[in-house]
């Protein structure tokens, strides 16, 4: 059968020579050499215009297709990184390209599985090692107690306390994870609404009124800040974000006397809300970490502060579901600022005052 490119070219080649020569033959005066010149003529050049012809634009690109099965078929896609520009109107070239493309496609799935995959087995490992340290405090308290401390009234109140700490602190990284898995998940919708973020930023910092007397914290407005700005988001979940950051800029203080100033700017359709302190700072190398769970810089200031290690997480995960994100200027020894931006909204009663 016609197996390959060159029986295909001689079989063509055979036949076109062959009719060429009958047709000639019937021409009255043309000699036997020159016939079978045209016979030789028409078939050499037949056969290599059809070898070439077929070789390259059909055999050649059914060998390329076969190959890419064949390489699929063995989840074998390093082939996509091979340049197929060749702009042709040959229909079997344009099947490699619809190969090529199906094969890129899948070589992509492929990578995001695999980097999900790495993701769960670390977040697996963190997880665990997280849990393991307050709930391995507590079951220490406990057996102490239940070895005979129990007793004794002083070390049983001390052992208790410490104990529901090491509780309290576990409660609050399964509360954290749960945020950010219902966010991530969609689970809890955005309620979005318009609202005033100056109140919202006042509320903030209201919860930490008892906190801010007692140890030298200013939590304030910047001078020029605009009054009654209005943005339009999901009020309960942007009060966590705020919550988060002011919380941080608490607990990662100086010794010093130490403020939170709060600005807002108004853009074309956004307010920018940015709120700045002059705590200890974030050097460069930790900057670009400090969003992923579980990162923290100083891991015992941090549980010591009651930390998660999971705030920053919640407020990148919140932020991007309202299609904003988060950003942060830092010098070490010299405070950090964070901002976002949400979309500008309307005070409440807009339609009915128009
Ligand atoms: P944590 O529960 O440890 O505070 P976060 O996710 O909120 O976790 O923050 C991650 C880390 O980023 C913190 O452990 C801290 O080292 C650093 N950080 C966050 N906010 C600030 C800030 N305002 N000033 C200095 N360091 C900060």
């Known amino acids: 059968m016609l197996s390959n490119s060159k029986s295909v070219a001689l079989l063509i080649a055979a036949a076109v020579s062959i009719i060429t020569t009958s047709f000639l033959s019937l021409v009255n005066g043309v000699p036997a050499g020159g016939l079978i010149v045209v016979f030789v003529l028409s078939f050499s050049s037949t056969y290599i215009l059809t070898y070439f012809t077929v070789d390259v634009f059909i055999f050649g690109q059914i060998e390329k297709i076969n190959n890419r099965i064949t390489r699929m078929k063995a989840e074998d896609f390093s082939f996509v990184e091979e340049d197929n520009k060749a702009a042709s109107g040959n229909p079997l070239t344009k099947i490699n390209r619809e190969i090529l493309t199906y094969a890129r496609t899948k070589q992509q799935e492929i990578d995001e599985l695999r980097k999900a995959e790495s993701f769960r087995r670390e977040f697996i490992a963190d997880i665990s090692h997280e849990l393991k340290t307050p709930i391995f405090a507590a079951q220490g308290f406990v057996h102490t107690l239940l070895d005979g401390a129990v007793k004794d009234k002083n070390v049983r109140n001390k052992f208790l306390k410490k104990a529901a700490k090491s509780l309290d602190g576990l409660d609050r990284i399964v509360q954290d994870l749960l945020t950010i898995s219902q966010v991530e998940t969609g689970v809890i919708k955005m309620e979005l609404e318009n609202f005033n973020i100056n109140e919202l930023i006042q509320e903030v910092y209201d919860q930490f009124e008892g ?31 705020i919550l988060n950051l002011v919380s941080n800029s608490i607990k990662y203080r100086k010794e010093e006397q130490t403020f939170v100033i709060a600005s807002l700017v108004e853009h074309e359709r956004e307010v920018e809300v940015i709120l700045k302190d002059n705590g200890i700072g974030i050097s460069e190398k ?38 904003s ?29 128009g």
Not at 218 to 231: M, Q, R
Not at 293 to 304: A, G, L, N, Q, T
Request: proline share 2%.
């Open 325 to 353: 994100h988060i950003m942060v200027q830092s010098k070490q020894n010299q405070g950090s600022e964070f901002s976002f931006k949400l979309q500008k909204g309307r005070p409440y009663n807009w339609s009915r005052e």
């Open 286 to 323: 930790h900057i670009a970490r400090i969003f992923e769970r579980f990162y923290r810089i100083d891991k015992s200031r941090s549980r010591e502060k009651g930390g998660t290690g999971l705030g920053l997480s919640i407020v990148k995960h919140i932020l991007e579901a309202h299609q």
């Open 211 to 241: 906190k801010a007397e007692k140890k030298d914290i200013e939590l304030k407005f910047d001078d020029f800040c605009p009054t009654d700005l209005y943005v339009f988001a999901d009020r309960h979940k942007i009060f966590q974000v």
